[in-house]
């Protein structure tokens, strides 16, 4: 189609919705061998394709693949960008989780290590692209465990305890920004900038939340040192307040119903799963309520 031709990032992104992901890979692949054999291989156009068709490599599964795109991307950036650069950092983001799906831990930590750093430099000790990695740095340590438990199970239990660190700092920060000082208030500018970091913020907790829930079903397979049952059950809860709360509802519910109703499943299940946890007081109220929302958001979407 003429369309394709001039604008290839839209196409390709309509070919995927309408499932069609081969033929956005070749339309993709197609547009970045042109580009490069026009001397074009670092521009931002060639370095955007390359990364839709690293989505759409993941997607398919094909990581060995998406991972040396991902290098690639990140090569590229470096020389053009340096690291003190969000584009950057976003870039060793992406490749640090397809490593963690590949099994390459260290990379993957030392990456995210760097990320963290640059971005603190660059924005702020709690800006919520910062607690973004400190999830990704939560989930990484659980995989670890996993990892190490094989060597020495004697290293279970402080990667438990660094986790857990992780996932409260990335709550600490991301609450800080759902519910602002009127100082920190007076930080952003701009109602799109508030709205973007609600957002933003919002996905990031959702996150850190459902990793509560797996810190507490990882100690169970180790045999760990109890947690409190409290904190699944006030991951819970928190989840469900984000539904319910006035100023959250809209965003969750429209914008962010994926990333919500992962989190919600998520945490149910480890609930579900576990009688000293399931059988806690007011569990069940927790649990019916959670059963309400999920009702509630399929009707919601019926209706658009």
Same mark, same amino acid.
């Given at each position: ?51 839709? #068709? =690293?989505?759409? *490599?993941?997607?398919?599964?094909? @990581?060995? +693949?998406? /991972?040396? &795109?991902?290098?690639?991307? %990140? ?19 992406? #490749? =640090?989780?397809? *490593?963690?799906?590949?099994?390459? @831990?260290? +990379?993957? /930590?030392? &990456?995210?290590?760097?990320? %963290? ?19 990704? #740095? ?167």
């Amino acid at each position: 189609p003429r369309l394709c031709k001039y604008n290839v990032p839209s196409c390709q992104e309509v070919l995927s919705q309408q499932g069609k992901g081969k033929d956005a890979e070749a339309l993709i692949r197609e547009s970045i061998r042109i580009l490069e054999e026009a001397g074009l291989g670092e521009s931002p156009a060639c370095i955007q394709r390359m990364k839709f #068709l =690293s989505l759409e *490599l993941v997607k398919s599964k094909q @990581l060995a +693949e998406a /991972e040396n &795109l991902q290098r690639k991307i %990140l090569h590229n950036l470096e020389l053009s960008k340096g690291w003190n650069s969000l584009d950057t950092t976003a870039a060793a983001e992406t #490749l =640090s989780v397809t *490593l963690q799906n590949i099994g390459n @831990l260290k +990379e993957s /930590e030392e &990456l995210l290590e760097r990320c %963290l750093t640059v971005r603190r430099k660059i924005l702020s000790e709690d800006h919520f692209e910062v607690a973004g990695i400190l999830v990704h #740095l939560a989930r990484l340590t659980l995989l670890k465990i996993t990892s190490d438990i094989k060597v020495n199970n004697d290293l279970s239990t402080p990667h438990l305890v660094k986790a857990k660190q992780l996932v409260n700092d990335s709550i600490r920060i991301t609450e800080g920004i759902l519910n602002p000082s009127r100082e920190n208030r007076k930080k952003l500018n701009s109602t799109f900038a508030m709205e973007r970091e609600k957002i933003g913020a919002i996905v990031v907790l959702l996150q850190a939340l459902e990793v509560v829930g797996l810190l507490e079903a990882a100690r169970k397979r180790i045999q760990a040192p109890a947690f409190d049952y409290q904190h699944v059950e006030q991951a819970l809860r928190r989840c469900i307040s984000l539904y319910n709360e006035p100023h959250t509802r809209n965003v969750v519910s429209k914008a962010l119903r994926q990333h919500y109703l992962k989190c919600l499943h998520s945490l149910t299940l480890i609930v579900q799963h576990d009688p000293d946890i399931s059988d806690a007081p007011q569990m069940q109220g927790l649990l019916g309520e959670s059963q309400r929302i999920v009702k509630l958001l399929g009707e919601e979407n019926n209706t658009k």
